[in-house]
């Protein structure tokens, strides 16, 4: 492979993970199983973009974090000895949180961010931040590259091969990751367990599901009396209502 071919796949493959570090790193994973990139170049081009955008974080903090701490709204509720004290904690536990966060999920952004915004050592961050992209990346990509043959011969049973069958790997990957690292830690099992109740008790169910019925009716009601406004004459209250409502008993036969 030619170095400016090898060059487009570590950028592409580093791209990727500014969206989704997950399906990525599935997805590399499942084109070194086929032989369709080296081992070496899948890992290290995940690494590369895990890697940048973890200190891309961190430079944000630090960017926007003197001027978001100057908000009267963020004084008011977070006292300056807090902010020290979390510094301090910060400095002494520094490779606990950050190789915690990168291994636990929903963790990585406010910690990295924090740790830019309380302007923590950058030296250090880099140092860690380095070490936890060095164990997760072959982690996940090595993974799929060695157990991803039996999902993916299931989804090619169903939806053929190709890329459509190494999206599908990737997706599933990604969220079969998540839902390891969810239920590795007590509040991850809590809000699986929340998130999953959901489907049978109905009063969280999103409220569009609840009018999605109703459009066909309100449809039929539009195209009967001629008249978009038909639907406000249900409330009084709302403007145009009043108007709608004599409208729509005119165009009725009586």
């Known amino acids: 492979m030619t170095f400016a071919a090898s060059t487009s796949i570590v950028l592409v493959l580093a791209a990727g993970t500014l969206v989704s570090e997950d399906v990525t790193c599935v997805a590399a994973g499942e084109l070194i199983r086929r032989g369709s990139v080296g081992p070496l170049l899948g890992m290290f081009g995940c690494f590369v973009g895990i890697y940048v955008g973890d200190l891309g974080l961190w430079a944000l903090g630090r960017l926007v974090g003197p001027r978001i701490l100057k908000w009267s709204w963020i004084g008011r509720r977070v006292e300056p000895h807090r902010i020290d004290r979390f510094t301090s904690w910060f400095e002494r536990y520094a ?31 880099a140092f860690w931040t380095f070490i936890a992209a060095a164990v997760w990346t072959p982690l996940i990509v090595l993974l799929t590259a060695v157990a991803g043959n039996r999902l993916l011969t299931h989804f090619e049973h169903y939806v053929g091969g190709g890329w459509i069958a190494l999206g599908a790997v990737a997706v599933v990957g990604a969220l079969s990751i998540r839902a390891c690292a969810s239920i ?21 169910w999103p409220m569009w599901l609840f009018y999605l019925p109703l459009l066909p009716w309100i449809a039929w009601l ?33």
Do not use: D, Q
């Open 184 to 204: 590795a830690t007590p509040i991850g099992r809590a809000k699986l367990i929340a998130k999953v109740s959901r489907i049978w008790r109905w009063e969280f």
């Open 222 to 254: 539009w195209l009967r009396h001629r008249s978009f406004l038909t639907i406000t004459a249900a409330n009084p209250g709302i403007p145009w209502a009043a108007l709608s409502a004599r409208a729509s008993s005119k165009s009725c036969p009586h």
């Open 95 to 125: 490779p606990v949180a950050v190789l915690a966060a990168r291994f636990m999920p929903g963790m990585r952004l406010p910690v990295y961010l924090g740790a830019g915004l309380l302007h923590g050592n950058a030296r250090r961050f």
